[in-house]
């Protein structure tokens, strides 16, 4: 065998084999009956073997061709599992996903999303960048991110919902005012204005509790006494138990850690919040975004 055997050639023995006879095999090839015998022909030819024999009835097939079929069959099934494959993937989403994240994945969902898009669509590499909630924001309208989780104010008038962006509230929760063991006294029953006057952890201007608070203390012209500034959710707890001073905390958390560490809790203040997921509006379709989409309506329901 000197060359390389065409796939048509192949088809047309299988089909001689199957149907016995060159006419029908013609047939179903949708060729002329000489022009399946000429193939026929090169493939002996190309082989050095005798692959059938005449009978007064047709074809039928000789040693070497019936010990030929079964290699030229699979031959063929192989490359009709590459073409399927092929027009499979000719409909698969690829390219990068730049993902902003926020807080813990358990509170954000995070493992199942990722879960969901992998499954959906596994050609998506993802990227994620952890930050404050303000700072995804920022890096979503850029599109320096694709997509991101962000917190914003649990009423909807005062949510990122601009025209430019495509916004879903995921879930709607509460942040609590908690203060440092034994600090009961100074902090329940007390108002916005007397625990004010209280030493605060802050945060930077990106974060949820930065922008919660001053959209709570500047209309009534106040400005908390801060005592350490803070970037990070554990670190805060950690100057909570220390007794350093006050902190916004997210209401499961709260409880938890008032339970076990015996942190005082404000009772008459609290801040609603909605934790949401953004991404630009005019890049919505756009199928890694699209397919990110599709994967946060599974995880989240």
Not at 138 to 155: E, K, M, T
Not at 189 to 218: C, I, N, Q, V, Y
Request: charged residues 20%; hydrophobic residues 45%.
């Amino acid at each position: 065998m000197t060359a390389a055997i065409d796939l048509q050639i192949l088809r047309a023995f299988v089909l001689a084999a199957r149907e016995g006879n060159v006419s029908r095999a013609a047939e179903r090839l949708h060729l002329t009956q000489p022009a399946v015998s000429l193939q026929l022909k090169r493939l002996a030819e190309e082989t050095g073997l005798t692959l059938f024999t005449r009978t007064p009835h047709g074809l039928a097939l000789t040693a070497d061709g019936a010990a030929m079929l079964p290699q030229a069959e699979r031959v063929l099934a192989a490359v009709g599992d590459l073409q399927q494959a092929a027009r499979k993937l000719q409909g698969t989403v690829r390219g990068a996903l730049r993902i902003g994240t926020i807080l813990d994945p358990e509170f954000t969902r995070l493992g199942v999303f990722l879960r969901e898009l992998v499954e959906a669509a596994p050609q998506i590499e993802t990227e994620l960048r952890h930050g404050m909630s303000g700072s995804v924001l920022a890096q979503v309208q850029r599109g320096d991110l694709d997509v991101g989780f962000h917190l914003d104010p649990g009423d909807d008038d005062q949510a990122a919902t601009t025209p430019a962006l495509s916004v879903r509230t995921l879930t709607r929760f509460t942040y609590r005012v908690v203060a440092p063991a034994g600090w009961g006294p100074q902090v329940q029953g007390r108002d916005w204005k007397a625990l004010a006057a209280l030493p605060w952890l802050a945060t930077p201007p990106e974060s949820a509790h930065h922008r919660l608070l001053e959209r709570m203390f500047t209309p009534l012209g106040l400005s908390p006494r801060r005592v350490a500034l803070v970037d990070q959710e554990a670190s805060m707890l950690d100057l909570l138990k220390s007794g350093v001073g006050l902190s916004l905390v997210r209401d499961s958390i709260a409880i938890r850690e008032c339970q076990a560490h015996g942190l005082a809790m404000a009772d008459r203040v609290q801040l609603d919040c909605a934790l949401r997921f953004v991404s630009l509006a005019s890049r919505r379709d756009e199928p890694v975004i699209a397919s990110a989409w599709d994967a946060l309506a599974k995880a989240w329901g």
